[in-house]
């Protein structure tokens, strides 16, 4: 699978405030999802992104893949503490539906 | 939505004793199911892929013999940590792909496998 690199690894808001956690890759993605893992539950699907500078939103949460298709980023706004938990981007290879998911960023949130 | 399964949720065996991980997906049929292993506060790691009808594919460094998958029907995939040892202790996910969009994938609850 395809190899990112995530970062920040660690994410500590306050409540109310934005941020952004950001997906990197040496090699051209064809497409890339997001995951959210909630503590001691497992990956739910957030989005996927498939086109050159795409832009999705989903409420408070606003995704992005790059125009070189190399890198992706999620933005949250006025964070809550339901938004607490490990957020993960996973490339995939058409043609091969296999995963490789990044380290994640783990979010916390100071009310 | 599609709904996986896993059962059991949580396990505690001894060691050298045999373990069966099933993965069951509700609502819709999954010619392919996934395998990932999650360590504390680690990433997902793909174990293998789960074919119907077919030989599972394993990723590099993942004993085949050790850990023993079966996919017999389009709803059902089984993995099996055999002569389980302590280092085998693991969160084990399951995830299967919808027949009509291969891309996405749903996950299973998981099983929280505690070898003694």
């Known amino acids: 699978g395809q190899q990112v690199m995530q970062i920040p690894q660690y994410q500590h808001v306050q409540e109310g405030e934005d941020f952004t956690t950001y997906c990197n890759s040496s090699t051209t993605l064809s497409n890339i999802q997001w995951y959210k893992q909630r503590p001691g539950g497992h990956p739910v699907f957030l989005i996927q992104?498939?086109?050159?500078?795409e832009v999705k939103k989903q409420k408070r949460l606003t995704f992005q893949f790059g125009e070189a298709k190399k890198n992706s980023s999620l933005h949250i706004t006025a964070t809550q503490t339901t938004d607490v938990g490990t957020y993960f981007c996973a490339p995939a290879v058409i043609g091969d539906y296999k995963l490789s998911f990044g380290a994640g960023t783990t979010v916390t949130v100071r009310a | 939505g599609a709904v996986v399964s896993q059962h059991p949720s949580w396990v505690i065996c001894k060691s050298g004793t045999s373990v069966k991980i099933e993965c069951r997906s509700l609502?819709?049929?999954?010619?392919?199911m996934f395998w990932y292993r999650q360590f504390p506060k680690q990433s997902l790691m793909l174990m293998a892929t789960s074919n119907e009808g077919s030989k599972a594919t394993y990723e590099q460094g993942v004993e085949k013999d050790k850990f023993l998958i079966n996919h017999a029907s389009l709803t059902l995939s089984t993995l099996t940590v055999t002569s389980a040892h302590p280092e085998d202790s693991s969160f084990y996910i399951c995830?299967?792909?919808?027949?009509?969009?291969?891309?996405?994938?749903?996950f299973g609850p998981g099983t929280r496998l505690t070898v003694l």
């Open positions: 992104l498939v086109k050159s500078g």
């Open positions: 995830s299967a792909n919808l027949l009509a969009n291969t891309d996405t994938q749903y």
């Open positions: 609502d819709f049929q999954a010619t392919t």
